[in-house]
């Protein structure tokens, strides 16, 4: 009954932004961290941001000035704020979350379902 219902991603221009949102919904006895990953086309899924329950984040060099990732733990929602955006930020962009719904026994990890940004030339 707990899922990762994300929003935020379409299309624009680079030098754009966008901000992704990404909210736990259901019952939650904790959230540990939470994550954003992206998967380019052709490519890899790579691990563009994290922040743990505290608040510290981390980045992949390739966004570092230009995403900040932040939380907020009264909604159980994780954002992706994108600014500057460029051509080879393009791609689906999953949230990631590590977390112990009330109905388990233990933390686990789950993921969304993906959302879209495309940045044009």
């Known amino acids: 009954q707990v899922q990762l219902v994300e929003s935020g991603g379409g299309l624009v221009h680079a030098g754009g932004s966008l901000r992704l949102s990404c909210a736990a919904s259901?019952?939650?006895?904790?959230?540990?961290?939470m994550d954003w990953y992206r998967q380019a086309p052709g490519k890899e899924r790579e691990l563009v941001a994290t922040?743990?329950?505290?608040?510290?984040?981390n980045y992949i060099d390739s966004v570092k000035g230009r995403f900040t990732i932040s939380r907020d733990n009264t909604k159980n929602t994780v954002y992706l704020q994108m600014n500057s955006l460029k051509p080879e930020d393009t791609a689906v962009y999953y949230c990631?979350?590590?977390?112990?719904?009330?109905?388990?026994?233990?933390?686990?990890?789950?993921w969304g379902k993906g959302t879209l940004v495309t940045v044009s030339s």
């Open positions: 990631k979350v590590n977390g112990r719904p009330y109905s388990l026994g233990s933390a686990r990890d789950y």
């Open positions: 259901g019952r939650w006895f904790s959230i540990n961290d």
């Open positions: 922040i743990t329950s505290a608040g510290a984040a």
